[in-house]
Nanobody, 115 residues
Framework: VQLVESGGGLVQPGGSLRLSCAAS????????MKWYRQAPGKERELVAT????????SYATSVKGRFAISRDNTKNTMYLQMNSLKPEDTAVYYC?????????WGQGTQVSVSS
């Protein structure tokens, strides 16, 4: 199983970013996928979840209405569209897949929101 995140960067408050997570080594279309984030000095937190067909999503209260998780099962890729970014969204963002009871993580992509 391999998960590779991309799309992070430095953005001003109110800006937008789109993260991608390219998956390989497992049947991507059969598993729910998640985005987590970890800010400096804080525990890793769940940001958003999407089920295997991509029809059901859920979000942390802190990002609801600003972030949108999606997936393209034909490309084995998951996305996180982040709008109206705030300084408190600054963190390393990780994609996660739980495959046959084992959690797999990408290397993470840094998102920094600052003026």
């Amino acid at each position: 199983v391999q998960l590779v995140e991309s799309g992070g960067g430095l953005v001003q408050p109110g800006g937008s970013l789109r993260l991608s997570c390219a998956a390989s080594g497992f049947a991507f279309n059969m598993y729910a996928m998640k985005w987590y984030r970890q800010a400096p000095g804080k525990e890793r937190e769940l940001v958003a979840t999407i089920n295997s067909p991509g029809r059901s999503t859920s979000y942390a209260t802190s990002v609801k209405g600003r972030f949108a998780i999606s997936r393209d099962n034909t490309k084995n890729t998951m996305y996180l569209q982040m709008n109206s970014l705030k300084p408190e969204d600054t963190a390393v963002y990780y994609c996660n897949a739980r495959v046959v009871g084992v959690d797999y993580w990408g290397q993470g992509t840094q998102v920094s929101v600052s003026s």
